[in-house]
C-alpha cells in the first residue's frame, strides 16, 4: 500500500514567492495532519482535519499560512508570502479517527524541504 | 561556529548492547502514548505503542514501558542495531491532542 504522499519533495524559492505543497493521505484514513519541523523548534503541529474540516489550526504561525482539504485524498500547505524564516521540513501525516479526534497512530510522508531565499 | 537550536539528548551504545531511551510526559490525562523513529532525511516511522491501562508492552526487539505514577514512558532497544541510528519521539495523546516531545538521538557504534 502507499503511505502518505507529499510533493514537491524539495522545493527552493525566492522570499514573497507563493509556495504551495501538497499532500496525499493513506486511503481511508480520515484524520489529515500537517507539521512543520526545524532545528530550533523541532516538530511543530500546525493544522489538522477531520473528515476534511479543519479542527485545530492554532499551530499555523500566520495569516501567510492557509491549508485546504478539498477532499478525503488530497491536501494542501500555502505560504504566501514566503519568507526565509520559513524553511524547514513541512511533513504531512494521516491517522483513522472518530469525529473530531486527533487519531491514533499517525502516519507520516517523507516531507517537504523548504528553502526560501 | 556555533549552532544554535535544539540540543537533543543524545545515546551512544555499541553495537549489540541494550538501549534505553527516555521520555517524560506532561499530561496525566494522556491515555495513549507512541514512539516513532526519525532517520536522517526521513519523516517519523511509529515504532510501538502503548496505552494507559498497561504498563509495559513488548514488539519484535523494543519493549515500551509506562510508569503514569511518574508520568515516565521508555523505550527499551534490544540488541541494537546499526539500522536503529535515528531520532526516537515520544508522543502523548488525550483526546484531540497530540504532543510530541524534542526527541533522542541514538548513535549506535559499529
Known amino acids: 500500500d502507499a503511505g502518505v504522499i507529499q510533493s514537491p519533495r524539495h522545493e527552493v524559492t525566492e522570499m514573497g514567492q507563493e509556495v504551495t505543497l501538497r499532500c496525499k493521505p493513506i486511503s481511508g484514513h480520515n484524520s489529515l495532519f500537517w507539521y512543520r519541523q526545524t532545528m530550533m523548534r523541532g516538530l511543530e503541529l500546525l493544522i489538522y482535519f477531520n473528515n476534511n474540516v479543519p479542527i485545530d489550526d492554532s499551530g499555523m504561525p500566520e495569516d501567510r499560512f492557509s491549508a485546504k482539504m478539498p477532499n478525503a485524498s488530497f491536501s494542501t500547505l500555502k505560504i504566501q508570502p514566503s519568507e526565509p524564516r520559513d524553511s524547514a521540513v513541512y511533513f504531512c501525516a494521516s491517522s483513522w479517527a472518530h469525529s473530531g479526534g486527533a487519531g491514533e497512530t499517525q502516519y507520516f510522508g517523507p516531507g517537504t524541504r523548504l528553502l526560501v531565499l | ?110
Request: glycine fraction near 10%; aromatic fraction near 10%.
Open chain 2, 1 to 110: 561556529g556555533e549552532s544554535v537550536g535544539l540540543h537533543l539528548p543524545t545515546l551512544s551504545v555499541q553495537e549489540g548492547d541494550n538501549s534505553i531511551i527516555n521520555c517524560a510526559y506532561s499530561n496525566s490525562a494522556s491515555d495513549y502514548f507512541i514512539w516513532y523513529k526519525q532517520e536522517s532525511g526521513k519523516g517519523p516511522q511509529f515504532i510501538i505503542d502503548i496505552r494507559s491501562n498497561m504498563d509495559k508492552r513488548q514488539g519484535q526487539r523494543v519493549t515500551v514501558l509506562l510508569n503514569k505514577t511518574v508520568k515516565h514512558l521508555s523505550l527499551q532497544i534490544a540488541a541494537t542495531q546499526p539500522g536503529d541510528s535515528a531520532v526516537y519521539f515520544c508522543a502523548e495523546i488525550h483526546g484531540n491532542q497530540f504532543y510530541f516531545g524534542t526527541g533522542t538521538s541514538l548513535t549506535v557504534i559499529p
